[in-house]
T-cell receptor
């Protein structure tokens, strides 16, 4: 099992360019998430998908869009990149909440720089 | 006030000592709590979860939860240099979202 995979690992964009970050999981999880991590800020939720066919905004959704392509794949799109979107982006997945269990597993991350 | 607060550190402990990492949270109805370890340049890795008041032990790690005081802690016994990392506390909010603290950097020196 690869777990959660993300592509690309690194990306440099110019202001105004667009790109899509890809995420896939092979754990048959229902829920998937996109976070960004900035120094001193911890992980902040951008968007999440509780199940296939649904997406919801998180804490910092402005400037991003998402697509839950199928149960395995969840993509994050930057339509017009801005320097403020320079960050490390993590995708995560979890099984549906059952009882008390709610554990998220993270991909390796994408390091994005916008110049 | 942040929803989940952690001392940013660095917390410096000698090899073999007990490292104690603390986290407080503001939402009194939170039920599920998690500790993640993150090495520099890597992704967060789940190391402990705790749902009930009291202690939960897993190897050298012990998570402690006190819902009345709204804090959760992580103890690392016999600390090793390989434990040097940033430790993130996370609290579940609502159906399926986690709120993360900014993390505490732990440095274990030989």
């Amino acid at each position: 099992n690869a777990g959660v995979t993300q592509t690309p690992k690194f990306q440099v964009l110019k202001t105004g360019q667009s790109m899509t970050l890809q995420c896939a999981q092979d754990m048959n999880h229902n829920s998937m998430y996109w976070y960004r991590q900035d120094p001193g800020m911890g992980l902040r939720l951008i968007y999440y998908s509780a199940s296939e066919g649904t997406t919801d905004k998180g804490e910092v959704p402005n400037g991003y869009n998402v697509s839950r392509l199928n149960k395995r794949e969840f993509s994050l799109r930057l339509e017009s990149a801005a320097p403020s979107q320079t960050s490390v982006y993590f995708c995560a997945s979890s099984d549906s909440w059952s009882g008390d269990s709610y554990e998220q597993y993270f991909g390796p991350g994408t390091r994005l720089t916008v110049t | 006030q942040k929803e989940v607060e952690q001392n940013s550190g660095p917390l410096s402990v000698p090899e073999g000592a007990i490292a104690s990492l603390n986290c407080t949270y503001s939402d009194r109805v939170s039920q599920s709590f998690f500790w993640y370890r993150q090495y520099s340049g890597k992704s967060p890795e789940l190391i402990m979860s705790i749902y009930s008041n009291g202690d939960k032990e897993d190897g050298r790690f012990t998570a402690q939860l006190n819902k009345a005081s709204q804090y959760v802690s992580l103890l690392i016994r016999d600390s090793q240099p390989s434990d040097s990392a940033t430790y993130l506390c996370a609290v579940r909010r609502g159906y399926n979202k986690l709120i993360f603290g900014a993390g505490t950097r732990l440095a274990v020196h030989p």
